[in-house]
């Protein structure tokens, strides 16, 4: 059992920055993929970054790359999204979640069997 607990969500205006904490339960936090989501209200919860086991390799949607990095403290257990330049419309419950051994699509919502309670994320204009 993996249990994920995100921190650093908040209140900020455009261009802003923030930095969301993820961190993991469980000795094995190296073979975990890490991914973020996010979700707003009446719409599915959709991708937002991921960091694979395998060779830490980075992935990104489209509507962050350039702003948002994913990054991982494997010593510490910890996953990490750094977002720059936000935006009104990155406000969202932004959810990490966590799969271990997976060698799948990472932008698929599915793929993960952890997942942390959520922070919002709120951008004004």
Do not use: H
């Amino acid at each position: 059992q993996v249990q994920l607990v995100e921190s650093g969500g908040g209140l900020v205006q455009a261009g802003d920055s923030l930095r969301l904490s993820c961190a993991a339960s469980g000795r094995a936090f190296s073979s975990y993929t890490m991914g973020w989501f996010r979700q707003t209200p009446g719409k599915e919860r959709e991708f937002v970054a991921a960091s694979s086991q395998i060779g830490g390799s980075t992935t990104y949607a489209d509507s962050v790359k350039g702003r948002f990095t994913i990054s991982r403290d494997n010593a510490r257990s910890t996953a990490y999204l750094q977002m720059n330049s936000l935006k009104p419309e990155d406000t969202a419950v932004y959810y990490c979640a966590a799969v271990v051994a997976y060698l799948g699509d990472v932008t698929n919502l599915k793929a993960y069997n952890y997942w942390g309670q959520g922070t919002q994320v709120t951008v004004s204009s």
